[in-house]
């Protein structure tokens, strides 16, 4: 062999070496970029939105933790989106501290991705139900006088402190107070989805119908969303109490579709359903057993007397 052909035979080895190092390390990278943009976290997030629209709140948040866990590329505005699904949990499951750390975090991010005003809005309740819970009440679920002493002290240098407030005279049971409260709170701070729900709650307890609507309506179009499902339950009631039977149906039929396991979502539905689909059964199931002509014979023999 010349030493022309030894110098060809080498320099086509290492091409060879070379194009096998170049195909390798394309596969890999291709390996790499698919294993990172590729993930379970969708499908997760999905599944945490699902249980959440059921109102199974735990499940719900074991799938969102799950998809934050998914390590994916370019689903940095998507976490965001999750987390305030994960905190909307977390109110729902009264774990307020875990509901306040996580909005304080998210209200120091920088995205087009969350709403600021909604961070705001459920930082605020997330720290109204905190507050009570740690002010040293004897009973928690009943807030004494002293804690709405405390709490009063507290509104006349920070007005957001009148949704503590109206969240503490709320469990007393004191809902001319809470409402009052509440509408203190409103001069300063703009509708969500919580202060819609407790006003409109309010307004239904003195079935005031007429009053409830469009703070139902303003409440349903807020960004933030949390209470949507107890807010459209409003709506059935508030619909059922101005007699709109078909229309509170409806509402009722598609709650219940959406949220099966509520019982409260469930009731409504059956009550209203009695009202609009009256059972025609008969009273009595064996009056059909009986020809028309021994009835005509009965009919006779009571118009005789006999």
């Known amino acids: 062999m010349t030493d022309r052909n030894r110098k060809k035979r080498k320099r086509l080895g290492a091409l060879i070496v070379v194009l096998v190092l ?42 969102f933790e799950k998809s934050l866990n998914e390590k994916q590329w370019f689903t940095g505005d998507m976490d965001l989106d999750t987390k305030m699904y994960i905190g909307s949990c977390y109110l729902h499951l009264g774990r307020y501290e875990d509901a306040a750390k996580l909005y304080r975090n998210l209200s120091k991010e920088q995205s087009s991705a969350i709403d600021s005003s909604a961070v705001k809005a ?110 459209l339950y409003n709506q059935v009631m508030l619909l059922e109490g101005a007699g709109e039977y078909e229309k509170a149906y409806e509402q009722a039929k598609k709650l219940h579709e959406q949220y099966p396991e509520n019982k409260d979502m469930e009731r409504a539905y059956s009550f209203l359903d009695s009202r609009v689909n009256p059972d025609t059964t008969p009273v009595n199931p064996f009056s059909d057993a009986i020809p028309e002509e021994e009835w005509e014979a009965i009919r006779q023999r009571i118009d005789s007397g006999q």
Not at 174 to 181: L, R, S, V
Request: net charge negative; hydrophobic share 40%.
């Open 22 to 63: 170049f195909t390798v390390i394309l596969a890999g990278a291709i390996w790499f970029v698919y294993w990172n943009c590729h993930s379970d976290k969708e499908e997760f997030r999905k599944a945490g939105i699902t249980a959440m629209k059921n109102g199974s709140y735990e499940i719900a948040l074991s799938d």
């Open 122 to 231: 459920m930082l605020d309740m997330a720290e109204a139900n905190l507050l009570i819970d740690s002010i040293g009440s004897s009973d928690i679920s009943v807030p004494d006088d002293a804690m709405i002493a405390t709490l009063l002290e507290k509104t006349s240098s920070d007005s957001g402190l009148y949704l503590y407030l109206a969240s503490a005279y709320n469990r007393r049971k004191e809902y001319d107070k809470a409402e009052a409260a509440v509408e203190c709170y409103l001069k300063d701070h703009p509708m969500n989805s919580y202060t819609a729900y407790e006003i409109s709650s309010m307004y239904l307890r003195e079935k005031n119908t007429e009053a409830a609507r469009p703070v139902i309506e303003e409440g349903l179009s807020a960004p933030d969303g949390i209470f949507r499902d107890l807010l």
